[in-house]
């Protein structure tokens, strides 16, 4: 075995046990550290991955239109159905309703498509909600579809499960919608009855109110569950017509069209496509442009626990330099002994070097293992945190996900806390290691 090496791991065990609580302790701080940093990124890196999922299930790859009404939506939707990788093309009308369902109202949002088809059709279909199978109701591991993603129906509807379960909606319920753009209509109505001169033309009015009022009755088909709160309690999808109607539209008038590919983490390339088709009063928008904010305030909070938490592992360094140097100086006499014996400076310097190296090793792998544990059991961990303490870790109505705290581990991320870490402990013990280094042999053998 190498001198260096052999005597640093001499150095880390005491003369009667097998391990030094000084050791036990700068080890705890180092694999403290790596944990802690690990299962956060691996948290926030989830989180963030989750968000993505339940997009790009759920919303589409890019979005076209012109910042209001788009007129003549088919020339659009022609050119861009016919674009290689493109597999879903709908024109979409999106605005918010009043609903009403047994007296309690609500304002959702609402988004007329065209009936999906196909590989679009069953892409939606996945995203229904779950209940248990009602042939085998004690076998929570059977679930069947909570209706079906049906509106070939011009009054069908397919809603959130956060708005059902708000409002205790089931499948082949009714509601009624209603739309705010008749709001200005009814104020105008409303003018002109007040300045008409008879009877009648008042009655003419009251009953134009009366129309423009009059909801639209649709039927509930279906309940999903995208996985993504916000959609989940604000979104009501109903046939494109349907839509137009509530909005006054034409048919060939829409706010947008959606497009799904068959990659979207290269909709940027698509998005360069469309433009050099498009008119430039076309705007064409990704579905990370859409939801930048979410992503950017996940991936600062990311970077804020990196630096924060890092400042653990750079505490347990400055532990690790503080023991060192203390052994240092108790050993004195047996480096300056080394020394008088012919012990050069660089191999004494390494022998306090190597003991920051094997903190810093076995620090890192015992953190590493206990992140492991922590994230395999994470839920668990949550559950009884919550039920004991009363604490709601991940809230998923705050989140806006759900389906239990997320984590996901990448090798980058191991890697860098890994070796930062490792980083953190060699430096600490370099200044440990340079003070054995320059001390004199003669100065050290009298301090005895």
């Given at each position: ?35 802690l ?65 047994a ?32 042939k ?8 069947v ?50 300045q ?11 009953n ?25 309690s ?88 503080n023991?060192?140097?203390?052994v ?6 047996e ?18 070097l ?62 860098i806390?890994s ?30």
């Amino acid at each position: 075995m190498l001198f260096s090496p052999f005597l640093a791991s001499r150095y880390l065990k005491p003369k009667r046990t097998f391990v030094s609580i000084i050791t036990v302790i700068s080890i705890l701080g180092v694999a403290l550290g790596v944990w802690l940093l690990a299962v956060v990124i691996a948290v926030f890196t989830g989180y963030g991955e989750r968000i993505k999922e339940s997009i790009l299930g759920f919303e589409p790859h890019l979005v076209v239109d012109s910042g209001g009404i788009l007129q003549g939506w088919p020339e659009v939707y022609e050119k861009i159905s016919k674009i290689e990788g493109v597999i879903s093309v709908t024109p979409y009308v999106r605005g918010q309703v009043v609903m009403d369902f047994a007296g309690l109202r609500s304002a959702p949002m609402i988004r007329g498509i065209l009936p999906p088809e196909g590989e679009e059709l069953e892409r939606m279909r996945a995203k229904l909600a779950k209940t248990l199978d009602p042939k085998n109701p004690t076998d929570p591991t059977k679930t069947v579809p909570v209706g079906d993603f049906d509106l070939n129906n011009f009054y069908s509807a397919v809603i959130g499960d956060g708005i059902a379960d708000s409002q205790n909606i089931k499948v082949g319920d009714t509601i009624l919608l209603y739309s705010p753009r008749d709001i200005d209509s009814i104020m105008q109505s409303l003018d002109r009855m007040e300045q008409a001169e008879d009877e009648e033309g008042r009655k003419a009015e009251v009953n134009e109110i009366r129309e423009m009022t009059a909801p639209q009755e649709v039927t509930v088909t279906g309940i999903f569950d995208s996985g993504h709160w916000d959609f989940d309690s604000n979104i009501i999808f109903v046939h494109l017509e349907t839509a137009q109607v509530l909005y006054n539209f034409d048919l060939e008038e829409c706010h947008g069209i959606a497009v799904r590919t068959d990659d979207g983490f290269q909709a940027n390339k698509y998005q360069e496509i469309f433009h050099s088709f498009l008119p430039q009063q076309y705007r064409v928008m990704t579905w990370v442009q859409m939801h930048k904010l979410i992503f950017d305030a996940v991936a600062a909070e990311r970077q804020a626990m990196y630096l924060i938490l890092f400042m653990i592992m750079i505490v347990g360094g400055f532990c690790i330099m503080n023991t060192m140097i203390t052994v240092t100086y108790q050993k004195r006499s047996e480096i300056g002994l080394l020394k008088a014996l012919g012990a050069l400076e660089g191999q004494v310097a390494w022998v306090f070097l190597v003991q920051g190296i094997m903190v810093g090793i076995v620090g890192v792998v015992v953190g590493l293992l206990l992140a492991q544990l922590t994230l395999y059991f994470r839920n668990d961990m949550a559950g009884w945190v919550g039920s004991t303490f009363g604490v709601d870790i991940f809230s998923e109505e705050i989140y806006k996900v759900d389906g239990g705290l997320p984590a996901r581990q990448t090798m980058r991320d191991s890697i860098i806390i890994s070796v930062g870490a490792f980083l953190a402990c060699t430096v600490a013990s370099l200044v440990p290691a340079l003070i054995a280094a320059s001390m004199q042999p003669a100065k050290a053998l009298r301090s005895e």
